[in-house]
């Protein structure tokens, strides 16, 4: 029979998305609904070595259910890598008194949840908090929305003075191991390539399609490339481009952190809260060491353990859409 947490703990660990905050929240409020103490951890894995841990109350989340960012801060840790950073890990979550952690990150942060459940009793809860979608088991993660939506927003800017002085623009966009960021905002923006590291880049297509273009006076041409793109990213493909084509003004503009910020979605809140609500019932009804995602517009618990990247999933549809639709 498992056990029964009384005070759980929360913290964001790897790269920060928008839509950590309404997360946290929701993880806060639901708790102390259920008569729970709950505390946040600063700076995720490096919070709990460093015993940076702090009792939050209703009014602790207040007004921060719009902010980007987390107001628990997230850093990477290389002590908690280790057995004997764990330790000391687990040591001060027994000072507080604190029985169950729900974890807010990417598929790195859930590894290490996976060794910390293992070596000591404390229940693990796992959110994806990365804006890249890659994570296996749930249809959105927290932050892909509002860093799709930025994204959409700079390159129809972009678009703007692309035609204005007829240029080809490669735009790069965040996406290391996945091209979910760039599939959905090169298509909601009409870009007439869009390359992926789910898909080979063959560049002499690439090549053939810009000369095609050009032949029939289309000369405002967007390309845009996730930073994970195995031809090497935006630079990369402007360099080949220029040194084919060099009768076609190419520029770069790489988005960056850009779409890290920024206040989160209606789409984006609503996924944290769902998800950070669920969290807690699942620590309160002995659910433990899951992942919670959402798939199908329904909750879906998938054990810590068998949670890994979402690689190669793109669909042939998706890259016959662009096709189509770019022509």
Same mark, same amino acid.
């Given at each position: 029979?498992?056990?029964?947490?009384?005070?759980?703990?929360?913290?964001?660990?790897?790269?920060?998305?928008?839509?950590?905050?309404?997360?946290?929240?929701?993880?806060?409020?639901?708790?102390?609904?259920?008569?729970?103490?709950?505390?946040?951890?600063?700076?995720?894995?490096?919070?709990?070595?460093?015993?940076?841990?702090?009792?939050?109350?209703?009014?602790?989340?207040?007004?921060?259910?719009?902010?980007?960012?987390?107001?628990?801060?997230?850093?990477?840790?290389?002590?908690?890598?280790?057995?004997?950073?764990?330790?000391?890990?687990?040591?001060?979550?027994?000072?507080?008194?604190?029985?169950?952690?729900?974890?807010?990150?990417?598929?790195?942060?859930?590894?290490?949840?996976?060794?910390?459940?293992?070596?000591?009793?404390? @229940?693990?809860?796992?959110?994806?908090?990365?804006?890249?979608?890659?994570?296996?088991?749930?249809?959105?993660?927290?932050?892909?929305?509002?860093?799709?939506?930025? =994204?959409?927003?700079?390159?129809?800017?972009?678009?703007?003075?692309?035609?204005?002085?007829?240029?080809?623009?490669?735009?790069?966009?965040?996406?290391?191991?996945?091209?979910?960021?760039?599939?959905?905002?090169?298509? =909601?923006?009409?870009?007439?390539?869009?390359?992926?590291?789910?898909?080979?880049?063959?560049?002499?297509?690439?090549?053939?399609?810009?000369?095609?273009?050009?032949?029939?006076?289309?000369?405002?041409?967007?390309?845009?490339?996730?930073?994970?793109?195995?031809?090497?990213?935006?630079?990369?493909?402007?360099?080949?481009?220029?040194?084919?084509?060099?009768?076609?003004?190419?520029?770069?503009?790489?988005?960056?952190?850009?779409?890290?910020?920024?206040?989160?979605?209606?789409?984006?809140?609503?996924?944290?809260?769902?998800?950070?609500?669920?969290?807690?019932?699942?620590?309160?009804?002995?659910?433990?060491?899951?992942?919670?995602?959402?798939?199908?517009?329904?909750?879906?618990?998938? @054990?810590?353990?068998?949670?890994?990247?979402?690689?190669?999933?793109?669909?042939?549809?998706?890259?016959?859409?662009?096709?189509?639709?770019?022509?």
């Amino acid at each position: 029979m498992e056990k029964k947490v009384s005070r759980i703990g929360v913290l964001t660990s790897g790269g920060d998305s928008p839509g950590m905050n309404a997360a946290i929240r929701a993880v806060v409020r639901t708790g102390i609904y259920y008569g729970l103490d709950v505390f946040g951890v600063m700076r995720g894995y490096q919070g709990l070595i460093e015993d940076d841990i702090h009792k939050l109350e209703s009014r602790s989340v207040a007004n921060i259910i719009q902010r980007g960012g987390t107001i628990l801060k997230t850093a990477r840790s290389k002590m908690f890598l280790k057995p004997e950073g764990r330790k000391i890990a687990y040591e001060n979550l027994k000072k507080h008194g604190i029985d169950g952690l729900v974890i807010i990150g990417g598929d790195g942060s859930f590894r290490g949840a996976v060794a910390f459940s293992k070596e000591f009793d404390i @229940p693990c809860i796992g959110l994806a908090g990365t804006i890249d979608k890659d994570i296996m088991g749930t249809d959105f993660t927290i932050g892909f929305d509002t860093a799709v939506n930025t =994204a959409v927003e700079a390159i129809d800017k972009i678009r703007d003075t692309a035609d204005a002085h007829d240029r080809l623009f490669i735009i790069e966009v965040m996406g290391r191991d996945a091209g979910y960021i760039a599939l959905h905002s090169g298509i =909601a923006t009409g870009a007439e390539n869009i390359l992926i590291p789910e898909r080979k880049t063959n560049i002499e297509d690439l090549l053939s399609s810009l000369l095609e273009k050009q032949k029939r006076q289309k000369l405002v041409n967007l390309i845009v490339v996730a930073e994970g793109d195995e031809f090497g990213g935006a630079d990369e493909v402007a360099k080949l481009v220029k040194e084919r084509m060099p009768q076609i003004e190419t520029r770069v503009c790489i988005l960056g952190h850009i779409q890290r910020g920024g206040a989160p979605t209606c789409l984006d809140r609503l996924t944290a809260s769902r998800m950070g609500y669920h969290a807690v019932e699942c620590l309160i009804n002995g659910r433990h060491n899951v992942f919670v995602g959402i798939l199908n517009n329904k909750m879906n618990y998938v @054990p810590l353990e068998n949670v890994g990247k979402r690689k190669g999933t793109v669909s042939d549809e998706w890259m016959k859409i662009v096709k189509i639709l770019a022509s």
